[in-house]
């Protein structure tokens, strides 16, 4: 077996193969289900999986608004912002935030499981998250998968 002939084969954007797929968050634990899409997002199910680009699919969540978290998490975790100025920092329950926008809790999540820099950036944009089944990505024949069946 002649071992210098294997090659290394690096993805780059030419070559990945994205799809679209649909998850739907309806009780569905929130850490659970955006650890798992995070993985789809950034390409780690792939066999063809390369750190530096982005081979993930496009992936779409419904029923954003029926995701459930554990224990007290919605009364006692807050979300801090801060505008800058003295004096302008906020915070806000994941309570109140999922009767104002349900979508930003999935976000957030998503988001702090993805890399920060400019390819975390990337792979954010390839999410699409939605309140109730209807999401206008119908054109684009996304499959519908079972978050429990991806390891």
């Known amino acids: ?5 294997y090659k ?22 929130l850490g659970r289900l955006a650890a798992r899409v995070a993985m789809i997002l950034r390409g780690k199910h792939k066999a063809s999986f390369t750190p530096h680009v982005d081979c993930g699919d496009n992936v779409i969540i419904i029923n954003a608004e029926k995701v459930k978290l554990t224990g007290l998490k919605a009364q006692q975790r807050e979300y801090i912002r801060h505008s800058g100025y003295p004096g302008g920092q906020k915070s806000e329950t994941v309570e109140s935030l999922m009767n104002r926008r349900p979508t930003a809790v999935v976000e957030r999540s998503i988001k ?9 950036s990337e792979l954010f944009r390839n999410l699409h998250v939605f309140v109730g089944e209807k999401h206008p990505h119908e054109a684009q024949q996304p499959k519908k998968i079972d978050l429990n069946t991806i390891k």
């Open 1 to 5: 077996m002649d071992t210098l002939s």
């Open 8 to 29: 290394t084969v690096s993805a780059n954007k030419n070559t990945v193969q994205k799809e679209w797929v649909v998850v739907d968050a309806t009780d569905q634990i």
């Open 112 to 120: 702090g499981m993805l890399p920060k820099n400019r390819l975390g």
